[in-house]
């Protein structure tokens, strides 16, 4: 079968990348999806059976800091659409050991840059590098207002750190070479198939499990939730429509201090599990806060809004609740993905491949 366009996504087998990939390979059957993932611990095939057998998908386990897999890829694949995704992604673990930070935020994205340059000399029409970034380079709001795509970087954890750097090389290859490349820098994503080491799945397991709740600090830090099928459909747009060269920040326009969504997701928990009311809010218990916790985010939409019509679809509500119903009924997920059970699921779908 021939296609009319193959793209590259990187980090697929992740929270943001396998909804990504899943939209692409469902939305767009002419298009070849390769997804290419090193299967960290925070790569999970398993959150990509539905889609795995698609006639227009490949799988490729890649690590992107590895310079000669990275070539293979570019030789195997005429690529002409790169969505780069692949990450280390916990800021707690940056504080821990920032140095994978480096390895793969900043230099597995130069590889992919360096990759993308040597596959498309001389032909940039038609391609697009699209790189995923994080709304957490513009540092930490202390007061009012909101990020905009002027706002000047200034990232204070390992994490955003890297992302930033990250950032900086994509702008310079189309400065510097003129690579046809796009930044999105997104708001805090939830929903089905993110690792319970971020705040929401992980307070809805510790709930689940009757565990402590550990909100660091006073729960006072605020960010700005979106549901992440809209991030997945803002990249959709922004791959399509978007302008090479520009930048485009993606939020939800929905705030919340830690300690209130908390109590919120408490809330919903309660009425699921059949708990009595306000039962699941007495396992909150503040801890020593993170290092360094920017205070707040929030992001200004405006241009992706009027320039491209996209908007939030899903109100936080109703994301939270389908979040929570797919956790309560994926439980054999979360425990492979806690047992480490998952390495095993890929060693035996790969073993003879
Ligand atoms: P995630 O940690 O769930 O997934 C990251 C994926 O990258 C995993 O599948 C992992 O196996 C893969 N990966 C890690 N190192 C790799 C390497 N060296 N080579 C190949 N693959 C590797 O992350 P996520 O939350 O889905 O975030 C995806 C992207 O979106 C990241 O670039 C992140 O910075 C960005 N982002 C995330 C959020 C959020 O709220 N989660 C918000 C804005 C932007
Ligand atoms: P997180 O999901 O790690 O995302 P990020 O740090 O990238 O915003 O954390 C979201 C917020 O929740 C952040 O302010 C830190 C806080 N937090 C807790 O209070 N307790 C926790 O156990 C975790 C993981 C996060």
Not at 50 to 72: L, Q
Not at 90 to 106: E, Q
Request: proline share 4%; aromatic share 12%; glycine share 8%.
């Amino acid at each position: 079968m021939s296609f009319s366009r193959t793209i590259l996504i990187t980090g697929g087998a992740g929270f943001i990348g396998s909804h990504v990939v899943r939209r692409f390979v469902r939305k767009y059957p002419s298009y070849l999806v390769v997804n290419a993932d090193k299967l960290t611990y925070a790569g999970n095939l398993e959150n990509l059976t539905d889609i795995a057998d698609r006639e227009n998908y490949r799988f490729e386990k890649t690590d992107i800091t590895d310079k000669k897999s990275v070539s293979a890829l570019f030789r195997k694949y005429p690529f002409d659409g790169i969505i780069h995704l692949a990450a280390e992604s916990h800021v707690d673990r940056s504080i821990d050991n920032p140095d994978d930070f480096v390895m793969t935020n900043v230099a597995g994205t130069v590889n992919l840059l360096n990759a993308a340059l040597s596959a498309w000399s001389g032909n940039t029409e038609n391609r697009l590098f699209y790189h995923i970034s994080t709304d957490e380079v513009y540092g930490s709001l202390e007061g009012g207002g909101a990020f905009t795509e002027q706002t000047p970087y200034d990232p204070k954890s390992p994490y955003s750190a890297s992302k930033a750097g990250s950032d900086h090389f994509v702008r310079a290859y189309h400065n510097t070479y003129g690579l046809p490349v796009v930044i999105s820098n997104c708001s805090n994503n939830y929903g089905p198939n993110q690792f319970p080491e971020k705040l929401i799945p992980l307070m809805i397991n510790n709930i689940k499990n009757n565990k402590p709740l550990p909100v660091y600090g006073k729960g006072e830090n605020v960010r700005d939730w979106l549901y992440v099928e809209d991030h997945a459909a803002a990249i959709d747009l922004i791959f399509h429509k978007g302008k090479p060269g520009e930048t485009y920040n993606i939020g939800g326009g929905n705030e919340w201090k830690n300690i209130d969504l908390v109590k919120f997701l408490c809330r919903i928990m309660d009425r699921r599990l059949n708990r009595e009311e306000g039962i699941s809010e007495k396992l909150i218990n503040f801890v020593r806060d993170r290092p360094g916790h920017d205070l707040r985010y929030a992001i200004d939409s405006s241009k992706i809004r009027n320039t491209l019509g996209w908007k939030p679809t899903v109100n936080f509500e109703e994301g939270l609740e389908k979040t929570v119903d797919w956790y309560l009924s994926n439980t054999q997920w979360l425990q492979n993905v806690i047992s480490g059970e998952y390495v095993k699921y890929y060693e035996k779908m790969y073993r003879n491949r």
